[in-house]
């Protein structure tokens, strides 16, 4: 019969097999992922089913998801930088693969001042590559790694009589402990938006905070923001500032938010020019920034607020990473709401 030290060295040989199963799982994809960043080009293009722009299915594809005629999320190797999720708005004749703006992870941990940057901390899974690795997945299990091109198809379903499209974005540890994943979902009555619920997977640090920030407000030089009672320009919030690195952060309680009847707080933000083919750029500036859509508003709803939210900007005067002043002055580039952090809170953001 089998001794109790058997049964110990049984266990520990399958603990191990698991152990080098994933490990080498891993390496797989990472390897697989690094062959193909710079070939997105080659990827199947998304299907068209319905309402709903999704991935092709059974192929290496473009991870992109949202509205046939709206709204549209895609995720690395598309163009961009890792560790965000890219947002597309044709119908603002802006065609994919230009970007209108990000959404980054930064979370915070219990006790802590400090954000985990998705965008700017280095890969643990894809050496020397800057940015956390994004991955997609159909339902919220999806916590161990995986490669970037055989994206999740996204799930199809009615949801009190409305059809919706949903999806999960994992990423892989931030360096302060913090794994995060998002769940999104698009309504088909609401083509302009989606819903953002921001949660935390097993083996995370605890968190005080997980921001879900709109990082490029730059490319549509945004600059007024609107409250109940009133508004609030860029220009005004840091007259004079002409340096080259970002502003500090200016806060706005729940309360100064416009409310709807039911009590949803909106933070907003808009451009204030009527006419970008007007601007005038700077010698040097990379063709990126130079927006030539339709105006847009930009906003983030939260439904039944807590009440310690707060609305968060940042500026810049110089486009990121360069010395090139933005036409017209300073305008907002980092745009979020915060919220104490609980798994499974929800946002809305939105372009229109």
């Not at 938010?257 to 451009?271: E, L, Q, V």
């Not at 039944?304 to 002055?329: C, D, H, M």
């Amino acid at each position: 019969s089998r001794t109790n030290k058997d049964n110990v060295n049984i266990i520990a040989y399958k603990n191990m097999k698991q152990f080098l199963f994933f490990l080498f799982l891993q390496i797989l994809t990472s390897l697989y992922a690094q062959q193909n960043l710079s070939d997105w080009k080659q990827l199947a293009l998304p299907d068209t089913v319905g309402s709903w722009i999704l991935p092709a299915e059974g192929k290496p594809a473009m991870p992109v998801w949202g509205h046939a005629n709206g709204i549209v999320v895609g995720l690395a190797p598309l163009p961009g930088p890792r560790g965000l999720i890219r947002i597309y708005t044709p119908y603002l004749e802006y065609e994919f693969p230009e970007v209108m703006n990000f959404i980054a992870f930064e979370p915070i941990p219990k006790g802590s001042n400090h954000r985990g940057f998705s965008e700017l901390e280095v890969s643990s899974l894809d050496p020397e590559e800057r940015g956390k690795r994004f991955w997609s997945s159909n339902d919220s299990t999806a916590g161990l790694p995986s490669g970037p091109v055989y994206p999740a198809r996204g799930v199809v379903e009615k949801i009190n009589g409305e059809e919706t499209l949903t999806l999960y974005v994992f990423s892989e540890p931030f360096d302060n402990g913090a794994k995060v994943y998002v769940r999104l979902r698009f309504f088909e009555s609401r083509p302009y938006e989606f819903e953002i619920t921001t949660n935390t997977y097993s083996g995370s640090v605890n968190l005080d905070y997980f921001i879900t920030t709109a990082t490029m407000g730059n490319k549509a030089r945004l600059r007024t923001l609107f409250f109940k009672d009133g508004e609030k320009s860029s220009l005004n919030l840091w007259s004079g500032y002409k340096d080259i690195h970002f502003t500090p952060h200016e806060c706005f309680s729940q309360q100064e938010m416009i409310r709807s009847w039911k009590g949803d707080a909106y933070f907003i933000a808009a451009p204030n020019e009527k006419d970008y083919s007007k601007a005038e750029f700077a010698a040097g500036t990379s063709e990126h920034w130079k927006f030539t859509g339709k105006t847009a508003t930009q906003y983030w709803i939260q439904e039944n607020p807590q009440e310690k939210l707060a609305g968060l900007v940042n500026g810049r005067f110089t486009y990121w990473a360069s010395e090139n002043p933005i036409p017209g002055g300073v305008s907002f580039e980092n745009f979020e709401l915060k919220s104490p952090f609980k798994n499974g809170e929800q946002f809305v953001f939105g372009i229109t």
